[in-house]
């Protein structure tokens, strides 16, 4: 088990690209996150799945976002017409369903540069 | 979710022991008190997590007050690897169990 994969790790674009990120979670996790992080604030939530269901979207996945998990494995989180303001690192986490605490493992995330 | 308390920065020597403190005074009976950190330019990592006994793993311990308005995070040993941000969250356990970050306690460990 390699942990939580994010791919590009880096990603530099001019605004008004499209972009997408790929995250692959840990195999047995059938929960998986997606938060956007900017300079000096603690990652922001964007949106969760629960195997393939997207259960919860953050206000701040505005209709630009876009994030998929279709087969309830890999997860892909896509931008439209990205703007300067996008700029952040995008991270992505997972967890196992289980009573009790809820632990969460992150990636290392993918840094958005929107120029 | 109940919010939580914690000071912008703190530092400590290396080698010494890092208590980095936390208040949740609005924490409900069925949260639990969760510890991540983040080292610059990486994803938050677990650290420990805790309902109302005290905690104790191979990175850390935590301990929670008797009426669970506080904790402190404890690292008996601090490195200077130990320098990043750490997040005190709070969140009731089970079903859909996203975790909101605060700003966190930057922790600088100095030779």
């Known amino acids: 088990d390699t942990g939580v994969s994010q791919d590009p790790r880096h990603k530099i674009t001019k605004r008004g690209q499209n972009v997408t990120f790929r995250c692959d979670p840990i195999?047995?996790?059938?929960?998986l996150y997606w938060y956007r992080q900017t300079l000096g604030q603690g990652p922001e939530f964007l949106t969760y799945?629960?195997?393939?269901?997207?259960?919860?979207k953050s206000r701040l996945l505005s209709d630009r976002f876009s994030a998929e998990r279709p087969k309830g494995s890999f997860s892909t989180l896509e931008i439209q017409r990205t703007e300067q303001g996008d700029s952040a690192m995008y991270l992505c986490?997972?967890?196992?369903?289980?009573?009790?605490?809820?632990?969460?493992?992150f990636g290392a995330g993918s840094r958005l540069t929107v120029l | 979710d109940a919010k939580t308390t914690q000071p912008p920065s703190m530092d400590c020597a290396e080698g010494r022991a890092a208590n980095l403190p936390c208040n949740h005074s609005?924490?409900?009976?069925?949260?639990?008190v969760y510890w991540y950190r983040q080292i610059h330019s990486q994803g938050p990592q677990y650290i420990i997590h805790?309902?109302?006994n005290n905690e104790t793993n191979e990175m850390a311990s935590l301990i929670i007050t008797e009426d669970r308005k506080s904790s402190t995070l404890i690292l008996p040993h601090a490195t200077l690897r130990d320098t990043a941000v750490y997040y005190c969250?709070?969140?009731?356990?089970?079903?859909?169990?996203?975790?909101?970050f605060g700003k966190g306690i930057t922790l600088s460990v100095r030779p």
């Open positions: 986490a997972s967890s196992i369903r289980a009573s009790g605490a809820n632990v969460l493992t």
């Open positions: 969250i709070v969140r009731v356990g089970g079903a859909n169990s996203k975790l909101t």
């Open positions: 609005t924490i409900s009976g069925n949260e639990y």
């Open positions: 799945f629960q195997n393939e269901a997207q259960l919860e």
């Open positions: 805790g309902l109302k």
């Open positions: 195999s047995e996790h059938n929960r």
